[in-house]
């Protein structure tokens, strides 16, 4: 029952990031790029292996793990004393192979809440990119895993870097 709970406050925590009902504090660009990089630079980094599922990740040295178990990985880092401002990176096993950026696309699209801005072969996966609002969701697929890092829009950079850093470990 409590890991009933949980996963219900995660579901729920990750829709209201989805609504995008983060700091609506606007900055001019110039000073929002700068201030974006510094707090990017904060997040400091560290690389994560999940020995239950078989993979390593990038993820934010500070993190908590919400949840983490066969079928799931969820950790998250608060970004500021706002409740929504956070580094949050879920990672599954895929059970789909790609044949194309394409089925890749169509694949998104079918469970996306919000309209995938970008798509692209990257590296050794495809590389995804969901708007919400103040947040992007960015995906990433390799053969047998799918990262989902979600964050503030000035941090899509770092979350493209977490994303992308997914590997099998078996």
């Given amino acids: 029952m409590k890991k009933l709970l949980l996963l219900f406050t995660v579901v729920c925590a ?26 990017e630079e904060e997040v400091e980094l560290i690389n994560y292996e999940n020995s239950r599922m078989g993979f390593t990740i990038l993820a934010p040295k500070k993190a908590k793990i919400i949840l983490d178990n066969d079928f799931s990985f969820i950790t998250s880092q608060a970004l500021s004393d706002g409740f929504l401002d956070e ?8 059970y789909t192979d790609f044949d194309s950026l394409e089925d890749f696309k169509k ?16 590296d050794n996966g495809y ?26 829009e000035n941090f899509q950079s770092l979350a493209e870097k977490i994303a992308k850093s997914i590997k099998s470990a078996k």
């Fill in 14 to 39: 990750m829709n209201l990031i989805s609504c995008g009902k983060g700091n609506s504090n606007e900055k001019g660009s110039k000073q929002s790029v700068d201030q974006s990089k510094e707090e």
């Fill in 87 to 94: 580094v949050s990176i879920s990672v599954s096993p895929t």
């Fill in 127 to 152: 590389l995804g990119v969901e708007k919400l609002n103040k947040f992007v969701r960015i995906y990433f697929e390799i053969e047998n895993f799918r990262a989902e890092v979600t964050t503030p």
């Fill in 107 to 122: 694949d998104l699209e079918t469970f996306a809440m919000n309209e995938i801005i970008r798509t692209e072969e990257v």
